[in-house]
């Protein structure tokens, strides 16, 4: 039975679902298989999972043709191997990916990996906000259709992990030239949507879950009021999943019906899993 990790970073759920759904098909081509959320993680556990491990799975969503910030970070924390340690990058993406999973895959292998597959996989947008409109997601059967059409390249590529086959998306001029536009904006782009977080206290109930879900600590509580710090990562966990609509990111985004909150993939989605 060869022992695989994944490892992985999600803000509202698809990634999650992606590396649920890999980690179920890799069971069936008898790997072993443990699936982390790195928010969960410290260094000294993923050392500890690393021994004797066969394959490792990293995966993420595309925000603007990189990857998020967190699993930058956990990349730049990620030991270094000894070139003969086999690895996959998926991402999950709305409607452009670039050459996200190639540019990521080269900081892996400048820490000795041997990158076997880098694909992208469509998913339902999270983002639509009045700074930055993609196109605005679908909470109904739109969605499962969505992942029902993406469950068997989720498939495939966990026959490609199973029997070694290489597969590397985003290697060719097209990619390469929308991935390195996206990437000149990105940084600037989440700081400033990020500065415009705003709870409505009017709608808001101070049950605290966004509090609780941020993976970055970003949001605090005192006196009966919430404020933000500068640390967000514009991962819209908080935005999509405050029960009452109450944040905010951006005039006129208190209004629902132009702007829905993405509530995850699937109705067995619980924001919980992403941070136990
Ligand atoms: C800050 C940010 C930037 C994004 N940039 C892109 C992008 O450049 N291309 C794209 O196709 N989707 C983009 N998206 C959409 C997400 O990548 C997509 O919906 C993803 O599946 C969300 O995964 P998650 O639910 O695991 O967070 C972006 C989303 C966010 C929040
Ligand atoms: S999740 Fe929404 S309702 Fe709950 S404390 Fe946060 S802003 Fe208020
Ligand atoms: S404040 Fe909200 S959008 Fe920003 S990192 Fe925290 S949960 Fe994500």
Redesign the pocket.
Known sequence: MKKTVIY???????????ATRLGEKLHQYNHQVTCHSIETLMNEDVIAQLSGVDHIVLG??????TA?RPMIDFIQTFPVSNGRQTMSIF????????D?ALIISRLLEQKGYLIQQARH???????HLPR?K?YP?KNDQRSDQLLAKTLPRVAGFAQEIATGKKHITGNNPLSHFLGGL?RRH?DT??DK?GAELRVDAKRCILCGKCQRICPTGNILHSQDQLTFANKC?????CYSQCPTAAILLGEGSADVHKYPR?K??GKEFNVDVLIK
Do not use: D, E, K
Request: aromatic share 20%; charged share 5%; hydrophobic share 50%.
């Open positions: 992985f970073f999600s803000g509202t759920g698809n990634t999650w679902w992606v993420f969503p595309v925000y603007g043709s998020p991402a999950t993406q709305a409607l452009a990916s670039g996200t996989f469509r998913m339902m947008n999270n983002l930055f993609f997601p996206q990105i782009m989440i949507a990562v514009l991962c819209l966990r993405y995850g993939p």
